[in-house]
Every structure is written in structure tokens, then in C-alpha cells.
């Protein structure tokens, strides 16, 4: 029952630009900070963006993140072969105390 | 470096009790929520609920019910245990970590598959 929104996939050459949406309300993106999730098939997912635009050290600076009004998004910059995978965004969600709610994901395809 | 490991059983039949086991290696309780996310096959993550190092739980509305996640501070371990279980709960189980005042989830658990099937 995700209550964030994103694109089913998206796909790209080596070298491009891949932006994913995330789509939700004034009760989690509208009113609190995005959190963006990389993961790889049979893995656990690996922090890549927090407080929106944040990237934890170690993760590579092709990745950014913004967010405006009740929607986020990420980018990865000059697309590389390691960057398939799935995408979740995150977020707090007010509408119940510490509910936190996930994105449907994004599988990034890269051709 | 604080490790998290999670064991639990692995298959179930419906109507039967989940449980597992996270441990925390390394590291304390103290600051933290500690949570189990899962991803059923073919879907996303879904959050479950979390407890701090004080007790106090949040949980999912929609498995409220069932859930019931606590905390054994000697051993420095956290379990879930989701009762009444249908083929709607076959996923892979993440422990996690995060700081009380921050939202991201910094550290996780391997995973444990847990299927449900008669």
C-alpha cells in the first residue's frame, strides 16, 4: 500500500541522464524531507540520498536529489552499468505518529 | 563496525507465527529506531513498524493487529513476530537502523525470505 508514487521503470544509454519522480502529499514530502534507496537484486537496499538533496559518503556525486512542494526527484548524472537497479523514495508521513511510507520503486534499466 | 543479523524460520504455513531475530554486533541501542522492512516478490519495500531503545513502538496501520515488535536489551537483539500469516506475507524481511532524530534507515540487516505456503 505504498502512498508515494513513482514511475515503473526508466532506462537510458551509458553516458545520460535518468531523472525518477516521486509523487506524494502534504502529509509525508510536503512536510518532510525525502530519503532515496538503491537496491541490487538479493540485496538489502543501501542509503543514497537523505534530507532530500543529502548523499551519504561513499555514494558518487552523479547522484543528486531535489524535492519542491509534495514531489521529489532523482537524478543520476553520465548513467553507468553499476547504476541498474531499483530506486525508492521515502519519507516520513504525519497523517499517524512514525508512520513512514515507501515509493512503489523504479527499476533503472541501463541499455 | 556494527553488523546487523537477522535469523529467523524461513517457511510457514498460513494461520502460523512469524518470528524473527535481529542482532546487533558492534554497536548499542541507545539513540536509535530499529525496524523491519520487508519486500514481497515482484513489489516494493513496505515498512512494518520500529521500536526505540526505550520501548516504544511505531507500527504499520494496516498490520497493527498482527505485529507485535520488542526489544531484549541484554542481548542486544530486536524480533518480530506477525501472527496469523497468509501467502500476502511471503517476503523478504530487512532489519534496519535509524538515528531518533533522522528518517533514513543507515544500516540494514541481510534479509531473511520467509514463505508462506500450505
Known amino acids: 500500500q505504498s502512498v508515494l508514487t513513482q514511475p515503473p521503470s526508466a532506462s537510458g544509454t551509458p553516458g545520460q541522464r535518468v531523472t525518477i519522480s516521486c509523487s506524494g502529499s502534504s502529509s509525508n514530502i510536503g512536510s518532510n524531507t525525502v530519503i532515496w534507496y538503491q537496491q541490487f537484486p538479493g540485496t538489502a537496499p543501501r542509503l543514497l540520498i537523505f534530507d532530500s538533496t543529502q548523499l551519504p559518503s561513499g555514494v558518487p556525486d552523479r547522484f543528486s536529489g531535489s524535492k519542491s512542494g509534495t514531489s521529489a526527484s532523482l537524478a543520476i548524472s553520465g548513467l553507468q552499468s553499476e547504476d541498474e537497479a531499483d530506486y525508492f523514495c521515502?519519507?516520513?508521513?504525519?497523517?499517524?505518529?512514525?508512520?513512514?511510507?515507501f515509493g512503489t520503486g523504479t527499476k533503472v534499466t541501463v541499455l | 563496525q556494527v553488523q546487523l543479523q537477522q535469523w529467523g524460520a524461513g517457511l510457514l504455513k498460513p494461520s502460523e507465527t512469524l518470528s524473527l531475530t535481529c542482532a546487533v554486533y558492534g554497536g548499542s541501542f541507545k539513540n536509535y529506531y530499529w525496524s523491519w522492512i520487508r519486500r514481497p516478490p515482484g513489489k516494493g519495500l513496505e515498512w512494518i513498524g520500529e521500536i526505540n531503545h526505550s520501548g516504544s513502538t511505531n507500527y504499520n496501520p494496516s498490520l497493527t493487529s498482527r505485529l507485535t515488535i520488542s526489544l531484549d536489551t541484554p542481548r542486544n537483539q530486536i524480533s518480530l513476530k506477525l501472527r496469523s500469516v497468509t501467502a500476502a506475507d511471503t517476503a523478504v524481511y530487512y532489519c534496519?537502523?535509524?538515528?531518533?532524530?533522522?528518517?533514513?534507515?543507515?544500516?540494514w540487516g541481510q534479509g531473511t525470505l520467509v514463505t508462506v505456503s500450505s
Open positions: 534496519a537502523r535509524r538515528l531518533l532524530w533522522f528518517s533514513q534507515y543507515d544500516l
Open positions: 521515502a519519507a516520513r508521513d504525519d497523517s499517524l505518529t512514525g508512520l513512514y511510507v
